[in-house]
């Protein structure tokens, strides 16, 4: 349906990706070629390469290269022989090899691998021509280790820089230097102070992934020694050249020209009149000329050469605040980042800002930000250009709030509280892993940003809720500094282990960081499990911990600080319930291995009084296990239901339909449908209602309201219809007196909402971007109270397992061992090891006491699973619905040891099976055998062959039969029918 989609979810990401490829050429491997005393004297007794690792380490570099050592050239050839080098440096000293020879033998054997001449003097220099005849540069040695981290660098750029700036917009730096001991000393210093203020700036990203990123972006530093060499640097980069630190006599056509920097910053500054350009000699006549050239002038022997050039760097480069002054020079205020900038130019007077603009100082600013689009727009621009000053100030404002904006798109930010903000789509507080569901929710967001969903569908705006994850390593430092980990291991009481983590206190830094967060944010708010097997491709782990809704109401902070931490330590604790733990222990898994990260997210939905709830909610997945006349199982099943998403998860009366055809409602064919089958009754979120930190219950402040709530709340007639009990019919909308009922025809019949739409849309994104299968949940309103289009959120992605599909043969089965046939299976293959069977007979399930039932099989449950016995479990209605009508609602401990598990009709009610629930995506994605036997589907179940076995325990609800040979469960996947056979003989 929307084909450009999968091209565009693969190539989201390839900005990125192709900036990962800068730097892409590193000095990995460098012979050496110098005696051991000049090896020892490079390091001064240290190992070398400990020292050059030492320099990168100081320098936050990564990757120092090794070293390899050897006394003479001969040797060295040798080794050129079988090894790859990135780098050749050669001490001037080793004298067994002609240097010229040497450097042209390398040359040979392998080219373009540069040669370096080191001597600790000029005196040692003399004779050699370099630049030509294999040696390409030449340093002198006094002793600063810095110097082979600047050579190295040096290196680097050379060879990254054609690529960098071409796909990253890479700025460079060209010194124009022909003195070696000048060029030797300063360029340790150039570098190093680049590298500093680089990395100050880099601390601006909003997380680890664009720190990084900033770095490769660091502006390169090239070397030329003659005329030529720079004009050439010059034309192959001028658009990404940083600026230009020139001497003021080097070689010109093969000859000393006394002024020759002169020639060449006239030539720059003539084609380029914004170019900062940097003057230096030992001569201070000449700093009369920089006004001519608008340069800066240093003289090289300053005592003050460094200061003098870090001064250049922060006054004309943009490195450093941004300081706003008066023409006179006085300051006005400073802006150290973006944000800063941004409230900055609201305030400052005109002539401040016509002041910096005429200067490009905003464009050097960006620069140096790496903000390269903006700033090449910056410096082209004129004030001439703009309206007014006003105008000019409304320009950079909206251009630096985009930038702002971008950086956050889609990213997943660390949080710093001082830069937390309403514009914080998505933080992660601590370290670790964001978790099965954050992680999840962390890369919908992301594809979010780069896909353009929103262009696909008429008025509706997809998104992430803003969301905080709190890492798995807050999770391991809670345990260990608390030593909670052992006693919860070992323990089997909940309320016991609850007690414990309760008492216990989060790391100081975190509670800090969540007070922060929480002083800055005033809506309902979700705190979600985030495992780090919930949501994974081979375990879901679905509904197996608990979520808070907290109304994140009250108006003293801390005391939502407390809530806040009350649902953290809650969550923390289920790890080690035992729903947990019988759920892991039907696993290859081990309680120990988990780890938890939590997820706080904005509750989607409007306030309507003391309650908040989202008009529609519900699941929708990519596979339709069961689909019916023309539907294909390609083509999905979305469960949907208004207000919270309780109503879908638990498996409650919902609205069931394939995007693809959604006005085919089977559960909705006739009147009598529409009564047994329709949501009566929704969930909200009670904003009023104070928490009670003694009750364990995490949805204590959850309601189940009446529809006349919502007819009141006016969100009852999007999803309503009306029956008439005096000619027994089911009228769309709400125009009739009646009994009021969700349907969803309004959406589905109507289209006042293309949710349909929508679902397919996000279906084959969510598809495209984990190249399978999947689930989602999510929740919309559809009259935000802020105006604008209808929201659909996102609240999470998980994978489906992949269910085998083999082929097992049901064909020419004897009829008299038929005990169940249906042609509605999940799974695949054949279990001939069941012998057990724990069966609700039908004389004997009483509706209203099914809490009552699920607690006598929990008891079956946990002997059998003793015992080492699986069984098959079969009973009426719907397995794991909270809605108590619809059937038992069983946890996961208590029918953990069920190797296959039946449906059976309800009362001569026909219960649609348990798509989009919690419960049954447990269930499939750990194989187990799952049969719906209805019999308006021609399913079959010998209930009197069943009757006449001899239980071996019943109880008032449930009878257990262990029989003498086992059953046989057989699933053909490809076809969904399935068939258990009694034993044999």
């Known amino acids: 349906m929307y084909p450009e989609l999968e091209r565009l979810v693969e190539s989201f ?130 002793g600063d280790v810095r110097l082979l981290l600047s050579i190295i660098k040096l290196v680097e750029d050379q060879r990254n820089v054609g690529h960098d700036s071409r796909v990253g917009g890479v700025r460079t730096l060209i010194l124009v230097e022909d003195s070696v001991p000048f060029y030797s000393s300063y360029l340790p210093m150039l570098f190093a102070e680049i590298v500093k203020q680089s990395e100050a700036l880099i601390a601006e990203g909003v997380n680890i992934g664009q720190r990084l990123l900033r770095r490769r972006l660091r502006p390169k530093i090239l070397l030329a020694t003659t005329y030529e060499e720079a004009e050439a640097l010059y034309e192959q980069l001028r658009d990404t050249v940083l600026a230009v630190v020139c001497d003021i006599s080097f070689p010109r056509g093969g000859a000393e020209s006394p002024e020759a ?42 005592p003050t050469l460094l200061h003098a050039f870090r001064s250049f760097m922060l006054d004309h480069l943009g490195f450093g605040d941004f300081v706003f002054r008066r023409p006179e020079g006085d300051e006005i205020t400073r802006a ?7 409230q900055a130019l609201r305030g400052v007077p005109e002539e401040v800002l016509q002041y910096h603009a005429s200067r490009n100082h905003f464009s050097n600013w960006l620069m140096a930000r790496t903000e390269f689009q903006l ?25 630096l709030t985009a930038i702002r904006e971008e950086q956050r798109r889609g990213q997943v930010e660390d949080f710093v509280a001082g830069r937390f903000d309403a514009g914080s789509a998505f933080v992660r507080i601590g370290g670790g892993s964001l978790g099965g569901k954050g992680r999840g929710l962390a890369f919908i967001h992301g594809l979010l940003a780069r896909v353009p969903v929103d262009e696909h569908v008429d008025g509706v705006h997809v998104f992430v809720p803003h969301s905080a994850v709190l890492g798995t390593d807050v999770f391991d430092r809670f345990l260990d500094a608390n030593d909670l980990r052992s006693d919860a291991l070992e323990r089997t009481d909940d309320r016991a282990i609850l007690e414990r983590f309760m008492a216990a206190a989060l790391p100081a830094d975190v509670r800090r960081d969540l007070a922060a967060f929480i002083d800055r944010i005033r809506y309902p708010l979700a705190v979600r499990s985030s495992s780090l097997l919930e949501d994974s491709h081979h375990l879901p782990a679905a509904g197996i911990y608990p979520t808070h809704m907290l109304p994140n109401a009250d108006p003293d902070g ?29 696993t290859p898994n081990r309680v120990e291995d988990e780890k938890m990260a939590v997820v706080i997210q904005q509750v989607v939905g409007r306030t309507h009084g003391d309650v908040v709830y989202p008009d529609i909610s519900g699941t929708a997945r990519s596979v339709n296990y069961y689909p019916i006349r023309d539907m294909k199982p390609e083509e999905g099943i979305a469960t ?11 498996g409650e009366r919902a609205i069931r339909f394939s995007p693809a055809h959604p006005t085919w409602l089977p559960q909705l064919s006739t009147p009598d449908d529409i009564l047994d089958n329709a949501q009566r009754t929704f969930w909200a979120l009670d904003v009023s209602r104070p928490l009670d930190f003694g009750d364990p219950d995490p949805n204590q402040n959850l309601v189940r309201l009446d529809l006349d709530a919502a007819e009141r709340h006016g969100t009852l007639w999007r999803v309503a219809s009306v029956y008439a009990r005096d000619n027994h019919t089911v009228y769309d909308g709400l125009s009739r007196p009646g009994v009021r009922l969700v349907t969803l025809a309004p959406i589905l019949k109507h289209r006042i909402f293309p949710l349909p739409q929508v679902l397919q849309l996000l279906l084959e994104v969510g598809q495209a971007g984990l190249s399978g299968p999947v689930e ?26 992949a269910l085998p599909s083999g082929a097992v043969d049901l064909d020419g089965l004897d009829p008299d061992r038929l005990f169940i046939r249906s042609s509605r299976a999940l799974g695949s293959g054949r279990n001939d090891e069941i012998r057990d069977i724990v069966a609700v007979p039908r004389e004997s399930f009483d509706r209203s006491r099914t809490v009552d039932v699920a607690a006598e099989i929990g008891q079956v449950n946990a002997r059998l699973q003793a015992e080492g016995r699986p069984y098959l479990l079969i009973g009426p209605g719907r397995w794991g619905t ?35 629930t919690h419960f049954f995506h447990n269930m499939t994605s750990l194989g187990i055998g799952y049969f719906t036997a209805h019999r308006r589907d021609g399913a079959e179940v010998d209930w009197d062959w069943l009757a006449r076995q001899t239980p071996r325990a019943s109880g008032p609800y449930v009878c257990h039969y262990a029989l003498d040979r086992p059953l046989d469960v057989r699933i053909d996947g490809r076809k969904g029918a399935g068939v258990v056979l009694k034993p044999a003989g």
């Open 13 to 142: 990401d390839t900005h990125s990706e192709e900036l990962q490829t800068l730097q892409r050429h590193k000095v990995r491997n460098i012979l050496l070629v110098a005696s051991l005393y000049d090896s020892f004297t490079l390091s001064e007794g240290k190992h070398l390469s400990e020292l050059i690792y030492g320099a990168y380490h100081n320098l936050s570099l990564s990757t120092p290269p090794h070293i390899t050592r050897v006394s003479t050239r001969a040797k060295a050839l040798r080794l050129l022989e079988d090894l790859r080098f990135d780098l050749v440096i050669t001490m001037a000293q080793v004298a067994d090899m002609p240097l010229a020879a040497f450097g042209q033998a390398v040359a040979a054997m392998q080219s373009g691998v540069p040669v370096f001449l080191m001597a600790y003097n000029e005196r040692e220099l003399e004779g050699h021509l370099i630049g030509a005849k294999g040696i390409d540069r030449a340093f002198i040695w006094r």
């Open 261 to 302: 920097g002169l020639d060449l910053l006239r030539q720059f500054r003539a084609r380029d009149e914004d170019l900062p350009l940097l003057l230096q000699s030992t001569d201070a006549s000449y700093a009369a000329v920089t006004d001519e050239l608008r340069a800066v002038f240093l003289h090289k022997q300053s």
């Open 336 to 342: 150290a980042d973006v944000n800063a900038m941004i």
């Open 375 to 399: 700033a090449t727009v910056m410096r082209r621009l004129r004030i001439s250009d703009f309206e007014s000053i006003e105008d000019m100030r409304r320009f950079l404002v909206v251009n």
């Open 558 to 586: 801390a005391v939502r600080l407390e809530q806040l931490e009350h649902a953290v330590k809650h969550i923390y604790a289920s790890t080690f319930f035992q729903d947990a733990k019988a759920y892991l222990a039907a």
């Open 640 to 650: 949907v239901a208004l207000g919270l998403g309780r109503t879908v998860v638990e």
């Open 776 to 801: 989602i949940e999510f929740a919309a309103d559809l009259e935000p109270a802020a105006g604008g289009p209808a929201q659909l959120a996102f609240l999470q992605i998980r994978p489906l397992v």
């Open 882 to 916: 909270a809605d108590r009508s619809l059937g038992i609602p069983v946890s996961w401990r208590q029918i953990s040891g069920a190797r296959a598990i039946v449906e059976c009709d309800l009362d001569g009610q026909s219960v649609e099976p348990s798509q989009g």
